[in-house]
């Protein structure tokens, strides 16, 4: 059974920081791209940030550029999103996709991140 579990979210304040975290589970994580994807209320889920299979490659939003970092750990099978100097404007549900080279895409149930004083 494949399983994508998020955590890490919660309330920060503007400038804080944040980890998620996305345990996965039931697929082989290591031939995987793996991605975040944030979607604010009425607004679509847009993609974060994504890294590699290899780990070789990286891909931010252009919003988070400088302020978040996506890494993976292929033994613990886990991906996770640093977020630094946090804004008003990152408050979103934080969801976790992992993507196969044929298309096979899998998603977490997402985790909530609140950027507010």
């Known amino acids: 059974q494949v399983q994508l579990v998020e955590s890490g979210g919660g309330l920060v304040q503007p400038g804080g920081s944040l980890r998620l975290s996305c345990a996965a589970s039931?697929?082989?994580?290591?031939?995987?791209?793996m991605s975040w994807y944030r979607q604010a209320p009425g607004k679509e889920r847009d993609l974060v940030a994504a890294i590699s299979s290899d780990s070789e490659t990286t891909n931010y939003a252009d919003s988070v550029k400088g302020r978040f970092l996506i890494s993976r750990d292929d033994v613990k099978n886990t991906v996770s999103l640093q977020m630094n100097s946090l804004k008003s404007e990152d408050t979103a549900v934080y969801y976790c996709k992992a993507r196969s080279m044929g298309g096979l895409a899998y998603w977490g149930q997402g985790t909530q991140v609140t950027v507010s004083s």
């Open positions: 039931g697929f082989t994580f290591t031939i995987y791209t």
